[in-house]
Each structure stands twice: as C-alpha cells, then as structure tokens.
C-alpha cells in the first residue's frame, strides 16, 4: 500500500502514522501536512528516518502539490485527517473551519478521484450526530445534526464524501469515532490542558455544571480501527467507533486531580461552551460484528498510560504551551 495520511502532524494522525510504520513497515507512508498550530513534527521524531516514511509541508486545499505528490509516490489510498479540530476555536473563528474541513476535504476527495485512487477514507466524528439525552446511543443511521461551527463543518464534509459515492462510485468510507485521548494530544483539550495546568498548578477551567459526558478512546484503539477500514471497509459505508468509556467531564478532572496529588481547589466552573452538546455515546456494534473490531483499553488503563506520558515528556507540552498558544488561552480563559 502506498498510503497519503493528510494531517499527519497532529494527535491523531501522528499516532496513525507510528501504527502504520510499526504494524505496516513496508508500506509507503506519506504524511501532507499544513503545520498548523496544531501540527507538531516532533510528533514524529522516532519515525523520521524510516525509509518508507516521508513528509511533505503542504494544504489539502493546494490541488497542484496534491496531484504532484499522488503521482510521484504513486498513492493508491488516501486517509483525511487534516482539519481544524477544536470547538473552541470555531466558536471564535468558524470562517478557518470551513475553509479548511469542507473546502479541504472537496478538494482533497476529488484530486483523489482524478487519480483514481483505490479508497479514500475520512476521519469524521461522533459530533456530527449533535446531542443525546441521558439515554441512547449514536448509530451510524442517527441523523445529522451537528451543533457547533467545527461539528457543521465535519458534517458537510461527510455529505460530500457520501456524495462522491453516489455520483461517481468512488471507494469511499467514513469513521466516526467518539473522543480520543492520548500521548500528542494538544493540550487545548479536556485531558491534556487539565494534566498539564495540574501539573503547573494552574486552575482548572470546568465548563458550566461540569456534567457533560464524553464517550472516551484510547488513541490506539482509534488507529486499531482505522487500520481495519482501510484493509476491509466496504465501499460507501460509515462506521462509528467507540469503547463503551462515558464519563461526566468533572469526573474525569477529578481523576487527575488526585492522581497527580494535587488540591481539588485548582478546579473552577467557568461559563459554559456556547451550545455545549450534553451527551455523546456511540454505538460501535458495527465496526465489531462486520469488521472484527473491539476496543483493548479501558478507561482506567489509558488514563493512567496517558497521565505518565505527560509526566514523561514535560519538555514537549512546556514548548507547545507559549506564544500563539497563551493568546488563544487568554482570550478563552482570561489570564489565569
Ligand atoms: P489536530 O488538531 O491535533 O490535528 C490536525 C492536523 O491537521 C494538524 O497537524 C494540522 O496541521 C493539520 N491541518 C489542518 N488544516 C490543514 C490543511 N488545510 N491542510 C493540511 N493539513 C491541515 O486534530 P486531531 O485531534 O488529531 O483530529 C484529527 C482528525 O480526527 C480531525 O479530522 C478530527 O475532526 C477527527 N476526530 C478527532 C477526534 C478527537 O477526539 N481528537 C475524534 C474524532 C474525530
Ligand atoms: O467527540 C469527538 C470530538 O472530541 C472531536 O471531533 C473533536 O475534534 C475533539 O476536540 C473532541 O471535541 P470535544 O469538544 O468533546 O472535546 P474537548 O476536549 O474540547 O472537550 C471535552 C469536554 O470537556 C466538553 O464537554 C467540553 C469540556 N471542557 C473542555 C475544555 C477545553 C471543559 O469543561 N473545559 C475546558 O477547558
């Protein structure tokens, strides 16, 4: 396989990159990456110097690089997850989402039908779906109906990967896959910022009532899956991916709180996220009865795995946690 990762700098496609690389070494592995804030290549330092690993600095919006580059590593599967990936950051400023996650994704999808690549996968989300109650479980045949400028944006993008199924036959499949957690997560996130201000004794920001609940997934897990679509979805088909890990947003800082011994005083409830979805919880009876799928980390294990890997690597988020970073952070929380 001769394989186009886009996005590949950041958390979830750097650890995508290191499964390949590690499950699949004599696959070519092409990681086109716009380097955004999010997009870090000290990611993947280890991989580097691997002989069928290569990077390329560039825009799934850019249809000259994309075709030069799809023709000189002769790629015949391409998997999206280039985007503007926080909700935050869209509530601010949604026009870059678009910009990027549907015009992107357009882009991207029908360079990859002129050149006639095998499979083109796409890294959606659970968000795409909206909200549930306090019961229920998002399936692939639940609605669309997303709440937030990024989840919109991702929403589209589904439909125009869906579109280019049905117009031109293309190989096609989307994943939707619930919140990931993980070595490389940036610390904007829930986890990741609230391990890290912990750990620089700095408050800890809960949204609203802080009751809100994620369905939670070992990276891994999420590379596990994404591996086996891209080996064995069927054409036009989406799967959503997830572990059966809900947790309440508060419950998950407290975990860290004392796992870290640190004081409970550090949490603070701040105004909540403008349209907040209440729950998410996916249903992954698909990718596991058709696909062979099943998820190997229960919460409890990845979190501790994750908590020590920022403890282990302080020098990584220390250097990402400046600059552009602290005026996104102050204009989100204020200056503490
Ligand atoms: P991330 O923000 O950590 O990384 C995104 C990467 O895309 C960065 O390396 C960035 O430089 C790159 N990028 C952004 N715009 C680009 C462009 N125009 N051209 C080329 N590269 C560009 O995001 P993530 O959390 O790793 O998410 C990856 C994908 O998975 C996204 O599509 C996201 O919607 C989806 N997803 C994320 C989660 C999650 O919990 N993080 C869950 C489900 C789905
Ligand atoms: O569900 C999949 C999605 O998960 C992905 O598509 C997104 O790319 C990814 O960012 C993530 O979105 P969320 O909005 O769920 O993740 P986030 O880490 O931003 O927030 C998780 C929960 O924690 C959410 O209910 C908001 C809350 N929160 C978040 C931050 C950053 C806080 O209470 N305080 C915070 O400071």
């Keep these: 396989?001769?394989?186009?990762?886009?996005?590949?700098?950041?958390?979830?496609?750097?650890?995508?990159v290191h499964h390949m690389i590690?499950?699949?070494?004599?696959?070519?592995?092409?990681?086109y990456d716009l380097l955004t804030y999010a997009g870090n290549l000290e990611n993947l330092k280890d991989v580097e110097d691997h002989p069928n690993y290569h990077f390329i600095h560039g825009d799934i919006r850019n249809r000259e690089l994309l075709e030069y580059i799809i023709d000189q590593y002769q790629i015949d599967?391409?998997?999206?997850?280039?985007?503007?990936?926080?909700?935050?950051?869209?509530?601010?400023?949604?026009?870059?989402f678009i910009k990027s996650n549907v015009i992107g994704t357009q882009n991207l999808l029908d360079v990859s039908k002129s050149k006639h690549v095998r499979k083109y996968?796409?890294?959606?989300?659970?968000?795409?779906?909206?909200?549930?109650?306090?019961?229920?479980?998002?399936?692939?045949t639940t609605p669309l109906a997303p709440n937030s400028p990024y989840s919109a944006s991702k929403a589209s993008a589904d439909l125009i990967v869906r579109a280019y199924y049905e117009t031109y036959g293309m190989n096609v499949n989307i994943t939707r896959c619930s919140n990931n957690y993980g070595p490389y997560h940036f610390p904007e996130k829930l986890i990741?910022?609230?391990?890290?201000?912990?750990?620089?004794?700095?408050?800890?920001?809960?949204?609203g009532d802080g009751q809100n609940v994620r369905d939670w997934l070992y990276v891994e897990d999420h590379c596990a899956?994404?591996?086996?679509?891209?080996?064995?979805?069927?054409?036009?088909?989406?799967?959503?991916?997830g572990g059966h890990n809900?947790?309440?947003?508060?419950?998950?800082?407290?975990?860290?709180?004392?796992?870290?011994?640190?004081?409970?005083d550090l949490i603070k409830h701040v105004s909540d996220r403008l349209g907040h979805d209440r729950r998410y919880a996916i249903?992954?009876?698909?990718?596991?009865?058709?696909?062979?799928?099943?998820s190997q980390y229960m919460f409890e294990t990845g979190i501790k795995k994750t908590i020590q890997w920022y403890l282990d690597h302080k020098n990584w988020w220390y250097k990402i946690k400046s600059g552009e970073y602290m005026d996104y952070y102050k204009k989100q929380y204020g200056s503490k």
């Design 77 to 96: 599967m391409v998997v999206n997850f280039a985007a503007e990936s926080h909700v935050d950051r869209s509530i601010i400023e949604p026009d870059l």
């Design 246 to 264: 809900e947790k309440r947003n508060i419950d998950i800082v407290e975990l860290i709180v004392d796992t870290l011994g640190k004081s409970r």
């Design 22 to 31: 590690k499950f699949h070494p004599e696959d070519t592995v092409v990681n």
């Design 121 to 140: 996968l796409q890294i959606s989300t659970d968000e795409v779906y909206g909200t549930l109650g306090s019961d229920g479980y998002f399936k692939e």
């Design 192 to 207: 990741p910022l609230m391990i890290t201000n912990a750990l620089e004794g700095k408050e800890l920001p809960v949204y």
């Design 225 to 241: 899956a994404i591996d086996l679509v891209l080996q064995k979805g069927k054409p036009g088909e989406v799967y959503n991916i």
């Design 283 to 294: 249903d992954p009876t698909k990718i596991e009865t058709e696909l062979g799928w099943k």
């Design 1 to 16: 396989m001769k394989l186009l990762v886009t996005g590949g700098a950041g958390f979830i496609g750097s650890n995508f």
